[in-house]
């Protein structure tokens, strides 16, 4: 088996190397390219390995410019130190996402993906599709925290102590269960993409709900739903848009 590396830091470079080696000697590593233009040249004009390992953050770049510049004839596993990318990772060839400082189990994971998915290397492109979304519906890791900033102090939250999330004059809130609200640096739009869908629900524009946040949904006008929220104020309404009610009927009833 050949892999490449695509890494700009020369020590993280060096610690994956030694992880492959590691797990299995018999893998050779073509090479460690440190930049998007020489990643370029370099599948414009070699055969594609086995499996390649990106970085996200380069120095020239970000490597997801690599795809729109030529073809990437192999699956990859991207590294990095940053989780907000991992859904536009999930739009190209992408079979695991792992998050730095990458370990020997997460690589691991990432090998026993590469086998499982080899074998149906010799089928359809649309059944290839299939089977590689439902990998990385398998390797996507999701928010499992979040850091708070309050005056000069910062703290985390976990995400199971999260009720719901709002935006309210321009902000974003995180509604907690000790009844306290923190704002977050985020949109909701890009919360949406950073939480377990089978946990959280974007009910409307300015609302993502938690499954347990959720006491009760009534019908509501225009074929819409109204929700009772935990910790939401009296006189309050959160509505569901009519054109999410039947997916949310589905996420109440997983």
């Given amino acids: 088996m050949q892999v490449l590396i695509l890494e700009d830091e020369e020590l993280a470079a060096e610690h994956l190397s030694n992880l492959i080696r590691r797990y299995d000697e018999g ?5 460690v390219l ?12 070699n055969p594609p390995p086995d499996l390649a390992f990106f970085d996200i953050q380069l120095a020239d770049n970000r490597s997801f410019q690599i795809f729109e510049q030529c073809e990437v004839g192999c699956p990859v596993v991207f590294t990095t130190a940053y989780d907000q990318y991992a859904l536009q990772a999930f739009k190209v060839n992408s079979i695991d996402y792992l998050l730095k400082p990458v370990s020997q189990e997460d690589l691991g994971q990432a090998f026993r993906q590469y086998e499982a998915l080899k074998s149906t290397f010799g089928t359809s492109r649309r059944e290839m599709e299939q ?31 999260i009720l719901y999330f709002f935006s309210e004059h321009k902000m974003v809130w995180a509604k ?24 959280f629900f974007r009910a409307n524009r300015k609302f993502i709900v938690a499954f347990e946040a959720v006491e009760e949904a009534v019908v509501y006008s225009n074929s819409r739903l109204k929700l009772r929220l935990v910790g939401l104020k009296e006189g309050e309404k959160v509505l569901v848009s009519r054109d999410r009610v039947k997916d949310f009927k589905n996420w109440m009833n997983q």
């Fill in 27 to 31: 893998i050779k590593v073509l090479g």
């Fill in 176 to 199: 907690l269960r000790n009844g306290k609200r923190h704002a977050l640096e985020y949109t909701l739009d890009q919360l949406e993409e950073m939480l377990d869908p089978g946990h």
């Fill in 131 to 161: 089977i590689r979304r439902a990998f990385q519906m398998m390797s996507r890791k999701y928010k499992s925290r979040f850091i708070i900033r309050t005056n000069h102090q910062f703290f985390s939250v976990k995400v199971e102590d």
């Fill in 34 to 45: 440190d930049s998007v233009e020489e990643a370029v040249s370099w599948f414009r004009e």
